[in-house]
């Protein structure tokens, strides 16, 4: 028996998905439209998913996958700062993003 009474061969699995849509005008288009080009509406909600899997001794993974062009290196090491402040067992080596 592993972590938490799991037999060899389980796994808990997780899912998670937030909304994270912007600003809904006045955004520039990242190259995508003329330089001049703003927005001014909304045609689709940008939304950030997680999934995650822990195995029968404990190995976990977090792979997090986000509707964005890029995700500034800023932004990132924040979010894994924030993962750790929570001791939930995930290291940053252990978490994907795309």
């Known amino acids: 028996q592993g972590c938490n009474g799991m037999k060899s061969g389980e796994y808990v699995v997780g899912i998670g998905k937030r909304d994270i849509t912007g600003p809904v005008s006045g955004v520039g288009f990242m190259g995508y439209g003329r330089a001049e080009q ?36 800023q932004l990132r090491e924040a979010i894994l700062e924030g993962l750790a402040a929570r001791d939930d067992g995930f290291r940053a080596e252990q978490i994907g993003s795309g």
Do not use: C, K, W
């Open 38 to 73: 703003i927005g001014s509406g909304l045609l689709n909600r940008l939304y950030a998913r997680a999934f995650s899997v822990e195995d029968a001794q404990g190995n976990s993974l977090m792979i997090v996958h986000t509707d964005l062009h890029s995700i500034p290196i």
